[in-house]
């Protein structure tokens, strides 16, 4: 069974920066995309950033520009920069991970702003 942890989470003030990690306890033999999603108190889980198949990326609007998606291959980990970060970004970070045909969670980190 694989096992994603994240790590990376904390209190932060309105404007800092984070850098949130993602690792894979095992080397996958096709990836189909890899990804970050947030879930803020009462609300659903909404998809943050993505690798897509080719090495696309995609953000969501509200994160364009502030957060960026990377990845390392070799040590099977996906990383989410924060920047400038907003009291809206405050929520539990799950990394996801597609791949061989199995949709992986990890049971999150959670980002909390202050304003």
């Known amino acids: 069974q694989v096992q994603l942890v994240e790590s990376g989470g904390g209190l932060v003030q309105a404007g800092g920066s984070l850098r949130l990690s993602c690792t894979a306890s095992r080397s996958f033999f096709l990836i189909h995309s890899m990804a970050w999603y947030r879930q803020a108190p009462g609300e659903q889980r909404e998809l943050v950033a993505q690798f897509r198949s080719g090495g696309r990326t995609n953000y969501a609007d509200s994160v364009k520009g502030r957060f960026a998606i990377s990845r390392d291959n070799a040590k099977n980990s996906v990383y989410l920069q924060i920047n400038s970060l907003k009291p809206e970004d405050t929520g539990v970070y799950y990394c996801?991970?597609?791949?061989?045909?199995?949709?992986?969670w990890g049971k999150g980190t959670l980002v909390t702003v202050s304003s």
């Open positions: 996801n991970i597609v791949a061989d045909g199995v949709d992986y």
